[in-house]
């Protein structure tokens, strides 16, 4: 029997959001505070949903990483893999574990940038389906390259990226209602499965 199992990231196989706990990797915490103090207007338009979650992701990474060199980015987002390992989910990593023992083929499929997901999935041999980030010469411009892999894009990149109806069996975790359409493709849905 083929099966695929679909993974989100933040909330699922991690307690935190990654993003916010990579920019107070990258920048320190006085930096860290003193952005969100001063985005605080644009997040809560966001939680109002005023404005689109890839709007209000795209004025975070601009106002924290424009202008950073992408070697320098990369650099920190491989180490930065030391700190997923400790604020993962015991229970999402022995599912995870599991799995790979049953021979699964498992995607995290995320709205984080791939720069910091994918290389904690090489590291776990895992497939990795995220957002990608602009890079203009060698530098991030804060924008989201395409679309923020979140709600619908994440039903069309795993579709872009697999042939569905070739497995016998799909499993899906996710946490959030950016996750409804992925957990829709999925014969077993489970939400919010690691929270105890």
């Given at each position: 029997m083929r099966t695929l199992v679909l993974f989100d990231f933040d909330g699922t196989i991690t307690r935190d959001d990654t993003l916010f706990t990579f920019i107070k990797y990258y920048h320190g915490?006085?930096?860290?505070?003193?952005?969100?103090?001063?985005?605080?207007?644009?997040l809560c338009l966001?939680?109002?949903?005023?404005i689109?979650?890839?709007?209000?992701?795209?004025?975070?990474?601009?106002?924290?990483?424009?202008?950073?060199s992408i070697d320098h980015f990369n650099n920190a987002c491989s180490h930065f893999s030391k700190i997923v390992d400790a604020i993962a989910r015991p229970a999402a990593i022995a599912k995870l574990i599991e799995f790979k023992k049953q021979g699964y083929q498992i995607a995290v499929v995320t709205a984080s940038p791939e720069n910091w997901v994918k290389p904690w999935c090489d590291k776990n041999s895992l497939s990795c389906i995220a957002t990608k980030l602009e890079i203009q010469g060698d530098k991030l411009t804060g924008k989201i390259?395409?679309?923020n892999c979140n709600g619908i894009e994440k039903e069309k990149r795993i579709r872009s990226e697999y042939d569905l109806a070739s497995f016998d069996?799909?499993?899906?975790?996710g946490d959030s209602r950016g996750?409804?359409?992925?957990?829709?493709?999925?014969h077993?849905?489970?939400?919010?499965?690691?929270?105890?």
């Open positions: 915490r006085g930096k860290y505070l003193a952005g969100l103090l001063l985005l605080s207007p644009i966001h939680l109002l949903n005023i689109s979650n890839q709007r209000a992701k795209e004025v975070v990474l601009t106002w924290f990483f424009r202008g950073s390259k395409g679309n069996h799909i499993i899906a975790f996750d409804q359409e992925m957990l829709k493709l999925a077993a849905q489970f939400y919010k499965p690691f929270r105890n």
